[in-house]
């Protein structure tokens, strides 16, 4: 995974709470290998006018182009557990999502794709939405060490799990991570086989 | 070491698994089972570039659900891309000797169905899979959580995960639950009043007199639906309830070792001087038949109130987003729920798709006939033969609904049934999302009973009306 530290890119103000997975990408378009691009189904139903609704069109206006950051509101990415989700974030050039909060398995599956989901106040997510500088296509600053989001004269604190920070400054890999603890992993298993031998399946021989 | 101290379920799951130390930012937690269906391609395939093998293929089972098609399944017209996916569940699964429970086999289902059924689901245990509903497998006392696809190639690299400790929250419902009131709509009322995402980054303990007395069934229901609450899962501790229905299933353990099993399982309680970090306690007697109106499943209502005006709303950004759901259902403010006609229904589904809820729908449908077409899709091949044995699947074809094979359905938009743009359909599912059920289609959620009502009538209906004692 690519280290994070900071971007300085336009950022998109989609003014949208409970941002489904579904919206995100619906699920029509999951059948695809992710060689062949995700990016173009974001969040698709919503920009092109899907039962005459296009309040993510936002994303298409030149002025936000190459943005690297979305602002959004509360409850980010609920829903289902697709990853496709952050693929087409990702895909579409997202390295930062802003918003009150997310939801669990998204905010994860983020982190593991290297994009980080910074979580401000409510009050300072509405400031940004409504910020000129931002609203103009000017660059807004992520700043990951800081935990600061910088737009035109206004900064804004953001949170992050201390674990995920970590993992985003690195770069670290969760499977190497997790393979430098294979002695404790050997152990717990061992120890474990004795004190829960019925966790195992009990007929798991081929058919 | 466990942890000195009152501890809940929740902690006690938690330490059984914790491999490493508890002052990490993140555990690393053991993975007891993980189950995998088609759309976990991308992990195999991340796997694959990484020339990793399987951990513990004897802890991982496979099974296809999301994408297979529930009827003409042998069609030569199958969509390459659909018959594409469920080859490389077949490839992946064989190269890696994991067991699945593949199109041809009689134990197939949707996941959450016929792994449980299996007797794969067990107190106590860790276990994840690349679906949120991951958290049905917590009504028997579970730890069971839905993971992305890069956690789901961890644990097929390590079958291990790392996790961030949840809050605990305990929900308590308690007195008896009124006739026709279902564990699906203890779990809308209850995502009504704490939000969709009201237990964002909590872990649920449900409990209470009206939780005890559910079955396994309706108990899968309502973990099953944690997610819509934004909790990360939810749990119910094991009882005789639970041991009565795993007892001499096929991966249960067996004899002596499941009276062993049962003893370690009676321990699996929160203390009772534990603490969480949030407690909600409803009256049974509170809870109504209940269905969605919106676009969340936040946006629900008793059936016997009417859909809410966006006037009357004095938040702006709430107000506007009951506008915008209305807008996109083509509802009026302050119109009677009874009064929402609608175009289809369709019983199935992770959350209601098990034998029992076949039964209650087939009660209210049984001698009467839908007049909007429908599709059942029974939860497993097992469920399918058990309805067809009672003959349920006789009254839903009676009543003009399609009686079909098991697979995820109408729930999602990906394997060929769809609700068409602008079309409203009675569903027994989980999710309302703009365009979860295809394109532009709008989607009301409820009970099986409630769903059989509106076929029958045509529009949004309170069930209790159309039970046999009502008519005497």
């Known amino acids: ?207 | 070491m466990k942890p000195a101290g009152p501890r809940t379920l929740i902690d006690k799951i938690w330490d059984t698994h914790a491999i490493t130390g508890h002052d990490e930012a993140e555990t690393l937690l053991w993975v007891d089972r993980h189950l995998l269906h088609e759309g976990s391609f991308h992990a195999f395939n991340q796997i694959a570039a990484r020339e990793a093998t399987v951990a513990h293929p004897e802890l991982t089972f496979g099974i296809a659900d999301h994408y297979v098609p529930t009827r003409d399944r042998e069609s030569p017209d199958l969509d390459p891309q659909i018959r594409g996916m469920i080859r490389q569940l077949d490839d992946n699964t064989q190269r890696h000797g994991i067991r699945q429970f593949g199109l041809g086999d009689a134990r197939q289902g949707i996941v959450h169905v016929a792994i449980p059924e299996q007797g794969l689901t067990l107190p106590g245990l860790v276990m994840v899979c690349g679906d949120s509903h991951t958290s049905t497998h917590g009504a028997f006392g579970a730890y069971a959580f839905g993971i992305g696809a890069s956690e789901v190639a961890h644990v097929l690299a390590t079958q291990t995960i790392w996790q961030k400790k949840p809050r605990r929250m305990r929900i308590r419902v308690d007195g008896e639950l009124g006739p026709g009131v279902t564990a699906k709509d203890i779990a809308l009322t209850l995502i009504s009043r704490i939000g969709a995402d009201g237990a964002q980054g909590h872990a649920i303990e449900y409990a209470g007199s009206a939780i005890r007395a559910l079955s396994m069934e309706g108990r899968m229901t309502l973990c099953n639906m944690s997610i819509e609450g934004g909790g990360r899962l939810g749990l119910i501790a094991p009882d005789e309830t639970t041991f009565a229905w795993l007892e001499g299933r096929p991966f249960a353990p067996q004899g002596a070792q499941f009276a062993a099993a049962v003893e370690d399982w009676r321990g699996l309680v929160s203390d009772s001087d534990a603490a969480f970090d949030r407690e909600i306690v409803i009256a049974g007697a509170e809870i109504a038949p209940t269905v969605t109106w919106g676009t969340s499943p936040e946006h629900a209502l008793p059936i016997g109130e009417a859909v809410p005006d966006p006037d009357a709303i004095a938040d702006a950004d709430r107000a506007a987003s009951v506008r915008e759901a209305l807008a996109y259902m083509g509802l009026q403010p302050k119109m009677k729920l009874t009064e929402i006609r609608i175009d289809q229904v369709f019983i199935g589904s992770c959350t209601n798709s098990r034998i029992e809820d076949l039964r209650a729908a087939a009660r209210i449908l049984d001698g009467r006939r839908a007049i909007v077409p429908g599709l059942v899709s029974p939860g497993s091949a097992n469920v399918k033969r058990q309805a067809e044995q009672e003959g349920l699947d006789r009254i839903f074809q009676a009543a003009g609904l399609s009686w079909e094979d098991s697979g995820c359905s109408m729930c999602v938009g990906m394997n060929g049934d769809i609700v068409p743009p602008g079309h409203r359909c009675a569903s027994t599912t989980n999710r309302n999302f703009r365009g979860r059920q295809g394109p532009g289609s709008r989607t009301h959620i409820m009970s099986p009973a409630m769903v059989a009502a509106a076929a029958v009538t045509g529009h949004l209906t309170d069930m209790r009306a159309l039970l046999p004692e009502a008519s005497r």
Not at chain 1, 144 to 153: D, M, S, Y
């Open chain 1, 1 to 207: 995974m690519k280290p994070f530290t900071s971007l300085s890119s336009p950022a998109v103000p989609l003014s949208l709470a409970n941002v489904d997975t579904d919206q995100l990408i619906p699920a029509r378009f999951m059948k695809r290998p992710r060689s062949e691009g995700y990016g173009g189904f974001l969040l698709h139903d919503l920009r092109r006018g899907g039962a005459g609704d296009t309040s993510a069109a936002v994303l298409d206006e030149p002025r936000f182009a190459g943005a690297a950051c979305l602002v959004a509101r509360r409850n980010f990415g609920c829903g289902s557990s697709r990853e496709a989700a952050v693929y087409a974030l990702a895909d579409f050039g997202f390295r930062c999502i802003v918003a009150p909060s997310f939801g669990d398995i998204f905010a994860s599956n983020a982190v593991k794709n290297g994009l980080v989901p910074a979580r401000v106040a409510e009050e300072d997510v509405e400031r940004l939405l409504q910020n000129e500088s931002l609203l103009a296509g000017h660059p807004v600053v992520i700043d990951l060490a800081e935990q600061v989001i910088r737009a035109g004269n206004e900064v804004v604190a953001f949170d992050i799990d201390i674990g995920w920070k970590a993992r985003l400054l690195n770069g670290w890999d969760d499977i190497e991570l997790t393979r430098a603890k294979c002695r404790e992993i050997d152990a717990f298993r061992a120890r474990d086989l004795i004190e829960r031998p019925w966790a195992a399946p009990s007929n798991n021989r081929p058919d």
